[in-house]
């Protein structure tokens, strides 16, 4: 591991000859001098046996699709792309869920050397800013154009079906430099999530070729298996982990596992990523299983004990296990902790190569990363032992994330709240006329907040508030993501104060909190006084709701 800090050059050169050397084809691509992604994803993997990746759908039909039929999609959404003008180093977002389309996409842009940002189709608010920081050349969003601004309309790439793909008996790709940028992408989990990062050709092939081969062990012959309620957070990097290392990616829907359990307890040579949802649909069917190895999400529920269940329920004690968080932003593993030692529990914490990290957090000083590329651990180095250690606190903070990246931001399940896109969407409901989202910090000793959604209306009866908070969460989680859905709406027929045109959220804080919001809510007289300051604005503003 010091080694690996102190000369990282020296550190991937032999884990590039040690994978060579395994294998029965050479990998193409060079550290620190050229990467050829399609190279050495599908003519390293023609001849693989192994299914590219598995998809499963709502209904439990699945489809495989071989390293060879991958190549073949690929070749021809290539030819498509470069008849509209696409050409290495020009910039294209790919706005898909995860899947087949998804992958396909993602390797026509390493195949023709376009900068690729991948985006989940979440609300138009959400996506339209984030293009608008992009400012990207192309887009190739498939049957996603409904949430693109009409500004946009004109960078779709349209694809045409007839496409004749000419045989010359060679797949060329493109060769990426070192230094070159491969990605960009958003990191949801910093004070900036809006701030478009580039990610070089280095830190793109080196970290997911580390993660697989070493994070999570795989190897061609291996599957790879993951839930939807994982995939937001760890994809383009975990695919790419899968890919390069010639293993299957197996995609199962939450629903196909509660009803199917025993496709994901009878999976041979399987890594399998356990979330917390999975966990608890594995508890209610518990089954010895044959898993090559299984890992944990650590930016779900940090109360260990159920974890600990799922191992002695699973009969976990021979099965190699850790904890990991996958960063969008760096395209690779930002944690590694093997969970098993002496029959409990522990964590130990592996940052991410190219993201800068600091210590200061933990060890009440500043001791920042001095290179980019690397494999990093954080330990105490005065232990006797010499292994790597956290403190319970950390483990049961939800922003544990955050803070091993020297990132302290308020947010939850690792990733920053986004209360104005939030707030943004619910103000489209009819009777809303403007809410606040409010955080607070629990009491429980570390860094967890609870979230509250204050919304206003001017109703004066009639409102379903339950079935309205079940519209609301599950709004918020299909279009932004299950971790901005706050932990309590509530309702208040009140206008809240103005500073300066927009929400006095002090005051809304202070009234909340002392009960004054409830009182004035309730209040006849508060009520009157609330429709003349509505229609004060609305005559002033002259598009407010009336």
Not at 197 to 205: G, K, N, R
Not at 402 to 425: A, D, F, I, P, Q
Request: charge should be negative; charged fraction near 20%; glycine fraction near 6%.
């Amino acid at each position: 591991m010091e080694e690996s800090y102190t000369s990282p050059i020296l550190f991937w050169n032999d884990l590039y000859n040690a994978l060579n050397s395994s294998a029965c084809y050479n990998l193409n691509s060079i550290p620190f001098q050229s990467y050829s992604f399609y190279e050495d994803i599908i003519i390293r993997n023609k001849n693989n046996k192994m299914s590219a990746f598995c998809w499963y759908d709502s209904n439990g039909q699945n489809d495989n699709m071989s390293y060879r039929a991958l190549g073949e999609r690929v070749s021809e959404k290539a030819a498509g792309w470069n008849r509209a003008g696409v050409e290495p180093g020009l910039k294209i977002c790919v706005i898909s869920p995860f899947g087949p389309e998804y992958i396909i996409a993602m390797l026509t842009a390493l195949k023709t050397g376009a900068i690729i940002t991948v985006l989940e189709p979440m609300s138009p608010i959400v996506i339209e800013r984030q293009l608008d920081e992009l400012a990207p050349d192309f887009i190739d969003c498939g049957n996603y154009t409904g949430i693109l601004p009409k500004r946009f309309q004109a960078k779709i790439i349209t694809m045409d079906e007839t496409v004749v793909i000419e045989e010359s008996g060679e797949d060329y790709s493109h060769n990426y430099q070192t230094g070159d940028t491969a990605f960009i992408a958003f990191d949801y989990a910093s004070s900036t999530p809006f701030v478009p990062i580039e990610i070089s050709a280095d830190t793109a092939f080196l970290a997911p070729l580390r993660d697989g081969a070493i994070t999570l062990q795989i190897s061609r012959g291996d599957n790879l298996i993951v839930s939807d309620d994982f995939i937001k957070p760890m994809y383009p990097g975990l695919v790419l982990a899968s890919l390069l290392n010639g293993a299957t990616c197996t995609f199962l829907p939450k629903n196909v596992i509660r009803e199917k359990v025993d496709i994901l307890t009878k999976a041979k040579n399987a890594t399998v990523i356990v979330s917390e949802e999975v966990r608890d649909i594995l508890l209610n069917s518990p089954s010895k299983v044959k898993w090559k190895s299984w890992f944990i999400t650590l930016g779900a529920d940090p109360l260990l004990e159920q974890w600990q269940n799922l191992y002695n329920e699973l009969k976990l004690k021979n099965v190699p296990g850790g904890a990991l968080r996958f960063s969008s932003a760096s395209l690779g593993c930002s944690f590694y902790a093997p969970l098993r030692k002496s029959d409990v529990l522990t964590s130990e914490v592996f940052p991410s190569a190219g993201v800068p990290w600091f210590l200061a957090d933990i060890l009440d000083k500043k001791t920042p990363s001095k290179l980019d590329i690397g494999l990093f651990a954080f330990s105490d180095i005065s232990e006797a032992d010499g292994e790597p250690y956290i403190t319970e606190n950390l483990l049961r903070s939800e922003q544990r994330g955050c803070l091993y990246n020297g990132v302290n931001v308020v947010g939850k399940m690792g990733v920053r709240m986004l209360g104005e896109e939030v707030c943004s969407l619910i103000e489209q409901f009819e009777f809303c006329r403007t809410c606040v989202l409010l955080e607070t910090m629990l009491s429980t000793g570390s860094n967890a907040y609870e979230f509250s959604l204050l919304v206003f209306h001017l109703q004066n009866n009639g409102l379903d508030r339950d079935r309205i908070r079940q519209s609301i969460r599950y709004l918020i989680e299909t279009t932004i993501g299950k971790p901005y859905v706050p932990d309590k709406i509530k309702f208040f027929r009140y206008l809240p104060r103005l500073s300066r045109g927009d929400v006095d959220r002090q005051w809304v804080y202070s009234q909340y909190y002392s009960g004054g919001l409830d009182y004035k809510s309730r209040d006849s007289v508060h009520y009157l006084f609330s429709q003349c300051r509505a229609l004060y604005r609305t005559r002033k503003n002259g598009n407010h709701k009336s």
